[in-house]
DNA sequence: CGACCCCTTGATTAGCCTCAACAACCGTGG
DNA sequence: CCACGGTTGTTGAGGCTAATCAAGGGGTCG
């Protein structure tokens, strides 16, 4: 059945948009290969970048409850992506309850994935909030990639970072010399290697979203 | 059916802790009557208030992604609420997808919310992040008490205005009498009255999130 | 080769935090 | 009834974190 919403795929290059914020989005997406990052335009100028998607992510499910997007989508890389219409969803909510209860769990976590950063943004030091986005990308690449991936290239640039984090890019940039200084990650370009897991989600004070419990979960219909 | 949910009702007098941070949590919670606060305390001694929850919320839904609750909930006034486990909600999956997309859709409204208030805190101003606030609650409160209500009792000490704007007690206050001097709220005690509500909305970069459109959701099933 | 983007670094500034003291209010118990 | 401690609100002074401003370097793409 999933395979099924992942019949139509559409390519788009880097900084190609998605989603547009305030116009009409009756489309969800299914992320099958590239990054990309949900973001708001504020009337000050200022971008808030609220969630970074990867590979298996369903992307636009504010249209679930909005006709107009909320948030701007846009591809950080080339990236392939799979479009179906919210009413194919519906469909979907009907006839296979145990699926659709497990999207909802992973919606439930990808909540709680954004009140991590919240906390992290509204409650914790530049230094800690950037080991927080840095333990997060690199906890969600470890379930695509397999767990013993502690090196990625991460393709945002220190702007990106800065928005994802409330920071500016020159501070971001300060943080991330910081921590390779002593010796926590290490860094050439945009390839990042995790030194010391340990300290970045101490000092992160992180904890992994990434496992959902389904015990609960509905019976499959047949 | 949503009445049956309802069955079962708690008291709980102020300051009562409802779901705790760390802790199984394998029920949810209609609120029928009274204040709570969901939030999450950090190492640092810091806590940021993820959301506040006003009558008609469910509480707890990570109850549906993790066996332990990522967040704590206390009541912030005397308050009522409906327990039931996450069995029953399963139930509810299997043999209600119209209703139970509508709680899908509500969850993802509150996770806008939740989005709305990262941009906030993230990119905004003291002074703004308070008026944002301020807008949220006022926007919730007109929709269960009648969209004139402009004057609002608010349960919350300044200390709490700060952890949920990520702002000191100190600052709040006086970003709190800025906009009393500025005569776009006005203050007595705890209560609150809108005297401006478009500048109001304007410096806080408010959008109104509590509109769901429903037009996609499946049929009924009988 | 030049234009542009991104990274890097230093100097200065501003916004919010910290610390501190006191007033007002509340519920409690004497 | 008042005394009391505890919580919350208020205000001022000073300090620190991160923003702003500015300049230059390196890489890439046309």
Not at 40 to 69: C, E, H, T, Y
Not at 96 to 102: N, V, Y
Not at 176 to 196: H, K, P, Q, T, Y
Not at 206 to 211: A, I, L, M, P, Q
Request: charged residues 25%; glycine residues 6%.
């Amino acid at each position: 059945m999933l395979d099924r919403l992942e019949a139509q795929q559409r390519h788009c290059r880097r900084d190609a948009v998605v989603i547009s914020e305030g116009e009409p989005a009756r489309e969800l997406y299914i992320v099958q290969k590239g990054w990309l990052q949900s973001s708001v335009l504020l009337g000050n100028g200022g971008r808030q970048i609220m969630r970074i998607n990867l590979p298996g992510d369903i992307v636009g499910l504010s249209a679930l409850a909005f006709d107009d997007s909320p948030e701007t989508v846009t591809t950080l890389t080339d990236a392939t992506i799979c479009p179906f219409d919210r009413e194919r969803l519906a469909l979907l909510f009907s006839e296979h309850p145990r699926l659709m209860a497990l999207v909802f769990a992973l919606n439930v976590a990808e909540r709680s994935q954004l009140a991590d950063r919240l906390a992290s943004i509204g409650r914790t030091s530049a230094r800690a909030r950037v080991a927080s986005l840095m333990c997060e990308i690199f906890s969600r690449l470890r379930l695509v990639n397999g767990p013993t991936s502690d090196v990625a290239h991460i393709p945002l640039t220190q702007e990106e970072i800065g928005d994802a984090t409330g920071l500016t890019a020159v501070h971001v940039n300060r943080m991330i010399r910081n921590l390779v200084e002593d010796g926590i990650i290490d860094r050439s370009g945009n390839s990042f290697r995790l030194l010391d897991r340990k300290r970045l989600e101490g000092e992160a004070n992180f904890t992994d979203r990434s496992k959902i419990g389904t015990s609960w979960l509905p019976p499959a219909r047949n």
